[in-house]
């Protein structure tokens, strides 16, 4: 069946403007994530959704970012006024239902370049 | 603060031989492991776990071995093999009593390299 999927693969924006980052996760899956990874750092979590439940957003660097998923299904992240230590590979992720014990699927990620 | 850490960035190992990655934690709230492993363009895919209630589990080549007192945990990887060679993400949660807790605090990761 088809996997976690993020859109666009890249993307090279310049300071200042706004992006939109994409994520369809696996069919059936009630919980999404979305981390991102810096250079050299690990994974850091952002948002989490679980059904209809209000999102955890304790991840999130700034207000400058927000996300939302939509029927419980695709999820966009949005970035404003894009700054260079936005630079990364976003990463979403899906699970069926919420907990760690409950594998999460991973995307192949969206790599963030602020100009 | 690193809750987790991967002290090591890489490791490079002969096809056959055993590779250890290592993995350090400072929370001791945390009570259950994983590992993932990412290939360059893709998402990490989860690899294996253990609980806090174990010292070891195994599967198949890979065990994973977990050492309370000591807030460490190894990946052994026996024999290694070229397309094992990746970046191992060391990742850890809080699951508590409720065992609902989602969220993962993962390492800087380690890549490896097994060479033919």
């Known amino acids: 069946g088809a996997g976690v999927s993020q859109s666009p693969s890249n993307k090279v924006t310049e300071k200042g403007k706004d992006v939109e980052l994409r994520c369809d996760p696996i069919?059936?899956?009630?919980?999404l994530y979305w981390y991102r990874q810096s250079l050299g750092q690990g994974l850091e979590f952002l948002i989490y959704?679980?059904?209809?439940?209000?999102?955890?957003k304790s991840g999130l660097p700034s207000d400058r970012f927000s996300a939302e998923r939509t029927g419980g299904s695709v999820s966009t992240l949005t970035i404003q006024r894009t700054q260079q230590e936005d630079s990364a590979v976003y990463l979403c992720?899906?699970?069926?239902?919420?907990?760690?014990?409950?594998?999460?699927?991973f995307g192949p990620g969206t790599r963030l370049t602020v100009l | 603060d690193q809750q987790v850490k991967q002290n090591s960035p890489s490791l490079s190992v002969q096809e056959g031989r055993i590779s250890i990655l290592n993995c350090d934690y400072t929370?001791?709230?945390?009570?259950?492991f994983l590992w993932y492993k990412k290939y360059p363009a893709e998402g990490p895919t989860f690899l294996i776990s253990?609980?806090?209630?174990?010292d070891k589990n195994e599967d198949g080549r890979f065990t994973v071995f977990l050492n309370k007192s000591a807030k460490h945990l190894s990946l052994h990887i026996v024999p290694s093999q070229p397309g094992d060679s990746a970046v191992y993400f060391c990742?850890?949660?809080?699951?508590?009593?409720?065992?609902?807790?989602?969220?993962?605090?993962f390492g800087k990761g380690t890549l490896l390299t097994v060479n033919p």
């Open positions: 992720a899906s699970s069926l239902v919420q907990g760690a014990l409950y594998e999460q699927f």
């Open positions: 069919s059936g899956h009630t919980a």
């Open positions: 959704f679980q059904g209809n439940s209000a999102p955890d």
């Open positions: 929370n001791s709230m945390f009570d259950y």
């Open positions: 253990i609980s806090s209630i174990k």
């Open positions: 990742a850890a949660s809080a699951l508590g009593r409720g065992g609902s807790n989602y969220k993962l605090t």
